[in-house]
Each structure stands twice: as C-alpha cells, then as structure tokens.
C-alpha cells in the first residue's frame, strides 16, 4: 500500500496512473496521523519550496514527516519531495526545509545555460540503488530550475548526479529514504521501471556511469478542435487554415493519436485546443476527458494550450485564469500554453510600464511554477525596407526577400488563432513573457506551418537569443534534415512538428535516428 502525500497544487493524476497501472494499492494521505501509519510515503513535491513548505506546515504535516523520515522509514520524494529534504532553498530564502539531507538547494548558475533545466537527460550513478537498473542509453525527465548541489557534507546520501552546466544532484538516498529530482512518471517506460523498483526495493550493485547530456526534444502536436459534426478531432492546416473543400481536417482522434506517437518515441505531447479562443475552456468536457484519458495511458509530459484566460459565463460567473489552469492540471497536463492572453498581458505591461501582477502568467506561474507555463506564439512576417520603418518593433535582416524584394522584416504577433494581427513583434513578447515568468517559449510560425519546407530559423534564432528559457521550434517540419538544421542553427531545445507524423510521411524513430547519425543527443 502506498500513501501519496499530494497537497493539492499541480499534476500529481500521471503519478497517480503510473503507480496504479504498475499493480500498487494508493491511498491519499489526508490527516497528519495517516504520516505515521504510513507503510510507504511517495512525496511529488509540486509548485515552488517555498509553498511546498508552507503547505506541509499548514496542513500540519511538517513534523509528522520529519519523524518518518529520521525513523529512516520508506519513502520516495520526486522533484520538490528531493529539494524538501535539504535544509534550505534559494528559491524561498527563510524558509526552512525538513532538514534530512545538510546543504542548500540552489538556482543553475553557469552562464549563457537555459533554465529551466527541462527535458530529457541520463543520471551518473554514485552508489548502489535501484537506479542502477537504468542504461547508459536510457534518459529521464526533468524539469527544474534549481538543484541540489555534490558537496562534502551530504556525499553520503547522493545515489546519482547529472551534468547540466555542472555536476548537480539527481538522486539522493540512505537507508529506506530515497528521493529523485526527475519525474519517473513522465519518463516513458524507464521511469516506470524505476518507479516499480523503488517501490519495491531490490538491492542492486552500482555501476558509475559516465558524463550525462541533456536531450533535444521531438515533440507532437495535436491541433485538437470539434468538426462540423461536433466530434473532436485531431486536425492540421496550412499555415492555420485547417479546412479542405469547406470540411475541417480530421486527421484522427486525440487520444488514440497521442498513444501512438508516445509508444513511437515522442518526448513530449502538446495538445492545441485551438478554437478555445472562441468558448469557454471548461466548458469543453469532451477536451477535459481527452486530457484525462490521455494521462493513463501516455507517461511523458503533456503540454495543453487554448483558451487560457479570465472568463465570465453566460450567467455572470467570473473565472479566473488560475481557475481554468487548474483544471487542466487536474485532468493531466503537466504545463498549460498561453497564446493570445500573453499577448494582451504584453500589451498591457508596455502601455503601463510594468508586471500587470495579476496576469495568467503570473498567477499560474506562481502558484504551479514557471516550468509549467508555456507561452505559444503564433506570429507572421512583416517586411520592411529598413529597421527606420518599423521602428517600435525588432527588424532583423533577412535572406528570405519580401515579395518587393524587402531584405527586412519583423516577425508580428497573432491573436485568435491568426485571425487578428497586433502591434507587437514576437521577441517583444518572448523577452516580457520571461520576465513575467514563462518557462518555456513555443515558437510556431504562420508562414511556415504546413509547408514542409522547413523551420524559420531566422526567426528562432531571433526568439532563443532574446531569451534565457528552452524555446521549443514549430512549423514548417518536412524531413529528417529540417530537424537537423534547426538543432545545429540554433540554440533551442526542441523541435515540434505535427502534419508529417500526422500522415505517417516521417516517423518520429526516423527524426531521432537521424539526429543521432548527426551526433545529436536524443532520448532512445
Ligand atoms: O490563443 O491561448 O486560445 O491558444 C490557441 C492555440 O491554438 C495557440 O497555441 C495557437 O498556436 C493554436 N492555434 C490556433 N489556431 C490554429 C490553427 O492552426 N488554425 N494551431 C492553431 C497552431 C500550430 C502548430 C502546428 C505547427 C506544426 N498550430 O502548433 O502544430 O505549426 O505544424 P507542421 O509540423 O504541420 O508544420 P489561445
């Protein structure tokens, strides 16, 4: 029997069907007393240490747990359940941890490094556990942006480290207590197994493995939107418009879908509900029910994005974008993507000089973390003579002309779904975006979507170097080179297509086979 500690703050639903779906009994821990009766304790620690500890405190949890845990009693603490264990964190200063492990949890410092740290990456073993079961060849997920560091005082409990930058700590253990920075449940069928064999913890001999690389992604996407006859399908359009001789596209059925290009190697699912603009998110149950049916069967990380806003309802109910959010991450999604409500928000910001404090981004961000929002751009060249003529926005030069031979251009944003374009330009956006908190930049391009003629990679390049967060490449994937070419142009960390594994033209083996022929990282 296992007890999940889950305090109610993000996507604890795919732990929950991994640890159902390997054979286990769960039960919540609902009571501070249910700590001590405990047989087993699996701790995912969820949102930032700061609130994670604020929680444990008020629902009075806090010294219960720490007195299952210096009775050395089972326990396996996932992300923030690792961070918890140490004294302290940089992210919440004053703020005091269980104290388990001596040291402070810090933010990745090497310069010119993305973070989060987020994606697919191996662990070195440093001592015996059930991480040894893991390959060299296998990676797990992770998605963090601060760490535990090696250091003198706790090289006793450091079963694994991880190279990003430099060495930091990717998996803690002594006696029955273990924890792991990355999510086993979001790590395809190597974190199963490891799942299975912490929870049932076999003695194992280690192996020291060698240095780890993080993974570029390959990412699905899934533009989900209801057909004429009101089912929801899986469409796809060029360059946005998803009919064909007045029909919507229907290129399959989500969940299925989803299934398929998990079981085919994708590292990611994005789902796009992308008429949400015009409807109430939660009111769209068939969507909510894609999402949850998805999770039990589909153990990498889930993206969903439309319709991510405040809303009144038609009888004056006001909902707020946390609200929304949250109910996405209670279905399954492990980050929410904002399109046109990150444009408004900019808008906002630059006419008032200022964080708005109240925007999507912000409140979501802080209250599920800034890794699990994701901000969706959906912008349009703009040619121009020269920078002089647009001169409020980024012109860059261009080796693609305009149709009047223009060698400039800026890159516009789009709201409701292209259908309307704004004053602003797409770095604009990602640059205020990441100061409002987004972890993640998913750079789509109007131009390029459908084409298949490959990915604009002035334009990438463009967003990743305005910015410090992983930026993800969108649109326009027409072969194995495209994705090639974007990692080895750019700087991003992952590449998103959808119409080419939608038609079965380009398996997603195929990309990755490719990228490792190239000397790429890619997760197997
Ligand atoms: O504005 O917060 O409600 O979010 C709406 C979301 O729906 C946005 O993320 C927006 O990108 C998306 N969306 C809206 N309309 C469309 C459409 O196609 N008519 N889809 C749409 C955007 C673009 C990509 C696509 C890539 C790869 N889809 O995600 O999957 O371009 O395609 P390819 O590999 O076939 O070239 P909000």
């Known amino acids: ?222 533009d989900v939107r209801a057909n004429d006859a009101g089912d929801l399908v899986v469409t796809k359009g060029d360059q946005y418009d998803v009919r064909e ?85 209670a279905s399954g999604a492990d980050k929410i993507s904002i399109g046109s409500d990150a444009v408004t928000t900019v808008e906002q910001v630059l006419a008032q000089g200022g964080r708005t404090g109240d925007s999507a981004i912000e409140q979501i961000a802080h209250r599920y973390g800034n890794q699990a929002v994701v901000i969706s751009i959906d912008p349009r060249r703009v040619y121009v003579t020269g920078p002089e003529e647009a001169p409020r926005h980024q012109v860059i030069p261009t080796a693609i002309p305009g149709p009047r031979g223009e060698a400039w251009c800026w890159f516009q944003c789009t709201v409701k779904g292209g259908r309307e374009g704004r004053d602003l330009d797409a770095v604009t956006l990602a640059r205020v975006c990441e100061q409002l908190g987004a972890g993640e930049i998913l750079l789509n391009s109007i131009d390029r979507d459908g084409t298949g003629i490959g990915f604009d990679l002035e334009l990438i390049q463009a967003v990743r170097s305005a910015v410090t967060i992983p930026v993800i490449a969108s649109s326009g994937a027409g072969r194995v080179e495209h994705f090639s070419e974007v990692f080895a142009a750019t700087e991003v960390e992952a590449a998103l297509a959808a119409g080419i594994f939608h038609r079965r033209e380009v398996p997603i083996a195929a990309v990755k086979a490719h990228l490792r022929g190239c000397g790429i990282e890619v997760r197997s």
């Open 1 to 222: 029997m296992i007890s999940l500690l889950d305090y109610g703050a993000g996507n604890v639903r795919s732990l929950r069907n991994a640890v159902l779906k390997l054979g286990y009994e769960l039960q919540d821990i609902r009571a501070p007393e249910d700590i001590l009766a405990a047989e087993f304790i699996l701790f995912p620690g969820v949102g930032s240490f700061g609130s994670a500890m604020q929680r444990l405190h008020q629902m009075g949890f806090f010294a219960p747990l720490q007195e299952y845990l210096r009775a050395d009693r089972p326990f396996l603490g996932i992300c923030i359940g690792l961070q918890a264990l140490f004294e302290g964190s940089d992210e919440s200063p004053g703020v005091a941890g269980l104290g388990i492990i001596p040291g402070r949890v810090r933010r990745f410092d090497t310069p010119g490094l993305s973070v989060p740290h987020m994606g697919w990456n191996g662990i070195r073993v440093k001592h015996p556990s059930p991480l040894s079961e893991i390959t060299a060849d296998e990676k797990l997920y992770f998605v963090h942006s601060y760490r535990a560091v090696p250091e003198v005082v706790n090289a006793d409990w450091v079963l694994a480290e991880t190279d990003y930058g430099a060495p930091f700590v990717s998996a803690v253990g002594r006696g029955r207590v273990a924890a792991v920075q990355f999510h086993p449940e979001k790590s395809g069928l190597a974190g199963l197994r490891l799942l299975d064999h912490f929870l049932r913890r076999p003695g194992v001999v280690a192996q020291p493995g060698a240095t780890t690389r993080l993974a570029k992604r390959i990412i699905a996407c899934l």
């Open 245 to 329: 001789a007045g029909e919507v596209r229907n290129l399959g059925k989500p969940v299925d879908l989803a299934r398929r290009y998990y079981e085919e190697g994708a590292d990611e699912i994005t789902f796009l509900n992308i008429t949400a603009f015009r409807d109430f998110p939660l009111a769209d149950q068939p969507m909510l029910e894609v999402l949850r049916r998805t999770s039990e069967q589909v153990f990498v990380p889930l993206t969903i994005g439309g319709g991510i806003r405040a809303f009144t309802d038609g009888e004056g109910r006001h909902y707020s974008a946390l609200e929304v959010a949250a109910e996405y991450f």
